[in-house]
């Protein structure tokens, strides 16, 4: 049987070295994954609902924990050891999908995380600086203000897979998932890119949901859903009318 445990925002998971055969599945909240590489360089990354600590230890692969995990805000968290793994393996597929889609999901991102690090390391400057400007969007960025090093970089929902098959659909995750998103935001909902006029641009993916830049309603009736953003400060609400997210961003020269 799995247990789930609780853990309040600023307490350790598990510690880089520490041994141990368990893994976490989150269930809510965001924990920052902390390790520490040969040379004094410290590698961070940021995990939340429905990704997984521990898997290595896990599945056998090491014997002490390769890195840290710390609770950024409050975290639920399911307790995994190799019998409910097993069970689940013997038991019905969808009580494993999210074990999997944990697995995969962080197979990804730290390529994606390592490859972002190795550009910063090379000199890239960033393009832009992310905040939320209300709790919703708090949330979604765990507290945290956010570097776009990339582009394009995208906002959409968060939306688990209900079977294997899903976990293998072409369908590429945002780069901030909000996972209490409305069912009318996809997952791939708001694009930044590279600009035609300015030196980024805002691209609404879903036509005709609300969405407005500035103050300003875009990407509905015969407007276009794309809009300039030029160097300096925007203010980005979309989602629900009644209760959107809110984020600034700052677009740097």
Known sequence: MTRTVSFNKGESLIKQG???TTAYLI???????????????????????GEI???????????????????ITDVTAEIID??????????????????????????KSTMVDEKDALKNSAGERPHALVVGL???????????????SHLPWTLGAHVPPQSVTDLFRTACEADIQLTKANRRIREHHISIEAGEQASLQLRLMQHGDYCEVNEKRV?????????????GYHMIRFGDPIDPYEFGIEVLE
């Open 219 to 231: 990407g509905y009736g015969a407007s276009s859903s794309i809009e300039p953003l030029p160097t």
């Open 53 to 71: 600590i521990g898997e290595l230890a896990l599945a056998g692969l090491v014997t002490q924990r390769s890195a840290s995990a710390t609770a």
């Open 134 to 148: 209300n709790s919703i969007s708090r949330q979604a960025l765990c507290n945290l203000p956010c570097t776009i």
């Open 82 to 107: 190799r019998g409910a793994l097993i069970r689940m393996v013997n038991g019905p597929a969808n009580k494993l999908t999210p074990i999997l889609a944990a697995f995969l999901s962080r197979l």
């Open 27 to 49: 269930q809510s909240g965001w924990v920052l994954i902390e390790q520490k590489k040969e040379g004094g360089t410290i590698f961070q990354t940021k995990i939340g609902t």
């Open 18 to 20: 520490d041994h141990g």
